[in-house]
């Protein structure tokens, strides 16, 4: 199924859906089924994601309509909430945010980076520079990141490519 | 949803690229290529099968103290329920 916008959140939300397999929210079948999904570059249904990640779905809703987003199963309230709001979410403890530890508090933030290098082996590995250093993460689930691409790290996942407007909305990198 | 559990390394398999991660209910494999310097007795948050970062210990400490207070509570109101790190720990968050 081609549904951008689901990919795009499957992406940001996947490292965290272990710990929804363990609280039983999702069975270890779904969780398989989510990662089989974004190997292949294909998109879970909308019904089903929003029942997945529920809090990250809420929180489009809410910086949508703080922004005048018509549609927040979009690219546009999903980049106004991962680039734009998701640190602010953090720091406000908002739901289950805040009762992470402060290293995972740091780790859950969004960076965004250019792509120095690209490292294939068992497990496709990129170099990001970022504002705030660089950084090593993984590109499991963006195959077709290459060397000078500005892409956006979540707990240290690599999440999409950003077009240039995007990037220099949420993310002006100092050269 | 992003509330992870920290696990003690025990074992580091450097020729692998991986390592063996302590839960106290459970021993669980994860790769080390984004944290090839982790060593033994570290704590460390897993993803998808991946060490993606070293806990320092004492914030390790505090969040294994707390799921184990939060359990006892479970168990008390909940006598017979799972306890446990990988026990239920409630909501969503992304």
New interface residues.
């Given amino acids: 199924m081609r549904d951008p916008v689901g990919l795009v959140l499957m992406r940001?939300?996947?490292?965290?859906?272990?710990?929804?397999v363990?609280?039983?929210?999702i069975t270890q079948e779904e969780y398989d089924a989510l990662?089989a999904a974004l190997l292949a570059g294909e998109s879970f249904p909308r019904t089903r994601l929003e029942r997945?990640?529920?809090?990250?779905v809420r929180r489009m809703k809410e910086v949508a309509e703080r922004e005048g987003i018509l549609d927040y199963w979009s690219l546009e309230a999903l980049h106004a909430y991962f680039l734009g709001e998701h640190t602010r979410y953090i720091d406000a403890g908002d739901?289950?945010?805040g009762?992470?530890?402060?290293?995972?508090k740091d780790?859950?933030r969004c960076r965004i980076g250019e792509v120095l290098q690209v490292v294939e082996?068992?497990?496709m590995?990129l170099r990001v520079r970022t504002n705030e250093g660089e950084e090593?993460?993984?590109g499991?689930y963006l195959p077709t990141a290459k060397k000078g691409d500005i892409v956006v790290s979540h707990?240290?996942?690599a999440t999409e490519i950003l077009d240039g407007e995007t990037a220099a909305r949420y993310g002006s990198l100092r050269t | 949803?992003?509330?992870?559990?920290?696990g003690k390394v025990v074992k580091v398999d450097a020729e692998k690229?991986t390592a063996t991660v302590d839960y106290e209910v459970e021993q669980r494999e994860a790769?080390t290529?984004?944290v090839p310097d982790v060593t033994v007795g570290d704590y460390v948050?897993?993803?998808?099968k991946?060490i993606?970062?070293v806990?320092?210990e004492q914030?390790?400490l505090?969040?294994l103290a707390a799921i184990h207070e939060a359990d006892e509570r479970r168990e008390k109101w909940a006598p017979g329920g799972t306890g446990g790190v990988?026990g239920?720990?409630?909501?969503?968050?992304?």
Avoid: K, W
């Fill in positions: 940001y939300a996947f490292p965290c859906a272990e710990i929804s363990r609280l039983g929210h990662e997945f990640f529920p809090a990250a739901g289950m945010l009762e992470m530890m402060a290293c995972e780790l859950c082996g068992n497990e590995v090593t993460v993984l499991r707990r240290r996942f | 949803m992003c509330l992870a559990i920290p690229g790769g290529v984004l948050l897993v993803q998808a991946m993606v970062q806990v320092p914030q390790a505090d969040a990988s239920d720990r409630g909501g969503r968050d992304a």
